[in-house]
């Protein structure tokens, strides 16, 4: 079993910046891979960012690749997501996800991860 907590959501406006946070527990969090997705509202969930579990291969959405950092701190359980220039259409709420899978390439799709959060909303005022 793996928990997930997201945190560092909140308001803020276009061009602005929010690192989300997403603490995990339950099993070693330096032998799986992380995910951060989004969904939002009337839309379907849709990937944002991963990283493998070493944090040396990383993977972005086209929408964000050049105004988002996903990193991980292993020795702290959490991974992050940095985004900046933000803007009205990456209002969404915001997953992180586990991927058990250890030697997979990353993973971009919702069934390729095991474990979810419950979300945490991020929301952009123009």
């Known amino acids: 079993q793996v928990q997930l907590v997201e945190s560092g959501g909140g308001l803020v406006q276009a061009g602005g910046s929010l690192r989300l946070s997403c603490a995990a527990s339950?099993?070693?969090?330096?032998?799986?891979?992380m995910g951060w997705f989004r969904q939002a509202p009337g839309k379907e969930r849709e990937f944002v960012a991963a990283?493998?579990?070493?944090?040396?291969?990383?993977k972005y959405a086209d929408s964000v690749k050049d105004r988002s950092t996903i990193s991980r701190d292993n020795a702290k359980n959490t991974v992050y997501l940095q985004m900046n220039t933000l803007k009205p259409e990456d209002t969404a709420v915001y997953y992180c996800?586990?991927?058990?899978?250890?030697?997979?390439?990353?993973?971009?799709?919702?069934?390729?991860?095991?474990?979810w959060g419950q979300g945490t909303q991020v929301t952009v005022s123009s």
């Open positions: 990283i493998s579990w070493s944090g040396g291969r990383k």
């Open positions: 996800a586990a991927d058990l899978s250890h030697w997979a390439p990353i993973a971009t799709m919702i069934y390729e991860y095991d474990y």
């Open positions: 339950g099993r070693t969090f330096s032998s799986y891979a």
